[in-house]
């Protein structure tokens, strides 16, 4: 049984098609990697899952819950399907741990020392204890995301997007990032990543899904997909980004 | 004439200066309780809910104060009610003021990126939350130097209440200028009055704009 399944997904941006029927399936404990060229629908699809993007035809569910029916109240969807952006997006007015704990305080109603316990748990995780009380901008941007990743764990979901994570970093400090979503991945957190990271894509995933021209063109076990292409155009991509 | 000193005209004028005091106190606070519960309507996502605010927006800033206040005053006198100056100037002041005020703190809150609400859509949080805990806070950063900077017009706005027969400043004015014959002595004093209430918010509103800017 899936845990998010993803039917013949269609989306337009107004004369462009940018999904074109796109199935997916992802069981629970998946890291499934999503790589293709900019443009090929990767962002879109992803924001689809939790309802950032409205999408025309074809049906998503997440845990027995049907995104295109919950489009009036989102809520109960969001709350198990967190999603990390390539900006970030901390709230820059918050300290750290009051960036974790303000949806567990204010959508699950937890009372501020259980909040306090969850943030401070949170921050363990990502190796943030000691900046709990910094803001933000103190922080360099591999700090900030593995906050952020603290922020989307706070609410225990059952699914993890992340959108370019690594792409706004600086190189050294993407490893930072990926140690952490590594160690998500062991946990048996389920990932959904859009990534450029195809090292990483290959040891820790479990499943690639290659986009290209709105379309999945391949998928498979990512060792396999990566040594052996089926098709030129994967080929070509593994070919110009593998170095 | 004698009977009038320039002692005596300037502290009858500001014996009257109090409910020019009064009156953009009470109407800038009542404005902007208002002007926020407009705010969220104004940026609700509820396209009907948008419209009806926009066009109360409209309508406040594209009249002049002086037509708004007859309406009150007047308009209201033909459903029978009397309305004192008092309360009709303070309506149509809380109206106008909240035109203004939904109008520059919806410019703050778009103001804010787009990512931050997309986060904290992503949290599961409701409107009301996102706003309250999200992007209000943050937006008013930003509103602090333009809303102050407004509270000036607002000063200046009461004098119209003089013509419905309210005894703020201007109305005190012209009474003084009745009974002395010296208008230019009593109206210099009247418009020195009104620099010193308003230059010093001004001033204030520069400050917080330049401390904003460097705090980025």
């Known amino acids: 049984m899936s845990l998010v399944s993803i039917r013949d997904l269609r989306k337009s941006f107004g004369a462009v098609q940018v999904l074109k029927g796109v199935s997916i399936e992802i069981t629970r404990g998946a890291v499934v990697a999503i790589i293709g060229k900019s443009g090929s629908g990767k962002s879109t699809l992803l924001r689809c899952i939790n309802g950032l993007e409205t999408f025309d035809n074809g049906s998503i569910f997440v845990d027995g819950i049907d995104v295109a029916a919950s489009r009036k109240d989102l809520r109960d969807l969001r709350r198990n399907v967190g999603m990390v952006f390539q900006q970030f997006n901390l709230f820059p007015h918050l300290t750290t741990a009051q960036n974790v704990m303000l949806a567990p305080k204010v959508v699950n109603r937890e009372a501020d020392t259980r909040a306090k316990a969850i943030a401070s748990e949170m921050l363990a995780k990502v190796g943030l204890s000691d900046k709990a009380d910094n803001y933000p901008s103190q922080l360099s941007g591999g700090q900030q995301q593995r906050v952020a990743i603290a922020r989307a764990l706070a609410m225990r979901p059952n699914v993890l997007l992340c959108d370019e994570i690594t792409s706004a970093l600086d190189p050294e400090l993407v490893n930072e990032v990926l140690r952490v979503v590594e160690a998500l991945a062991k946990d048996g957190m389920t990932l959904i990543l859009v990534t450029h990271e195809m090292r990483f894509a290959r040891d820790v995933g479990t499943k690639l899904v290659f986009m290209h021209q709105g379309k999945v063109h391949e998928e498979g076990p990512p060792k396999q997909l990566f040594a052996n292409p089926t098709t030129p155009e994967l080929a070509q991509f593994v070919g110009s980004t593998m170095h | ?216």
């Open chain 2, 1 to 216: 004439m004698t009977d009038f000193s320039f002692w005596v005209i300037l502290s009858n004028l500001l014996l009257a200066t109090r409910w020019t005091i009064v009156l953009s106190l009470v109407a800038f606070a009542s404005g902007g309780i208002v002007g926020l519960a407009l705010l969220f309507a104004r940026v609700s996502r509820i396209g009907w809910l948008e419209r009806l605010t926009k066009a109360y927006v409209e309508f406040f800033q594209g009249t002049p104060l002086l037509m708004q206040l007859f309406l009150f005053f007047f308009g209201v006198a033909l459903f029978g009610v009397q309305v004192s100056p008092w309360l009709a100037a303070w309506l149509a002041l809380t109206f106008w003021t909240s035109a203004f005020l939904t109008e520059i703190w919806r410019g703050c809150v778009d103001a804010i990126p787009k990512g931050q609400w997309e986060a904290a859509d992503t949290l599961a949080m409701s409107y009301i939350d996102q706003m309250w805990y999200v992007i209000l806070p943050q937006a008013f950063r930003i509103a602090i130097p333009p809303t102050v900077g407004f509270s000036v017009q607002v000063v200046k706005g009461t004098a119209l209440a003089s013509i419905i027969g309210f005894v703020d400043l201007t109305k005190a004015g012209t009474m003084l200028n009745n009974a002395t014959f010296r208008p230019f002595l009593v109206y210099s004093l009247v418009a020195a009055i009104y620099f010193a209430l308003c230059f010093p918010l001004s001033w204030f509103a520069h400050r917080l704009e330049r401390t904003y800017n460097v705090a980025r």
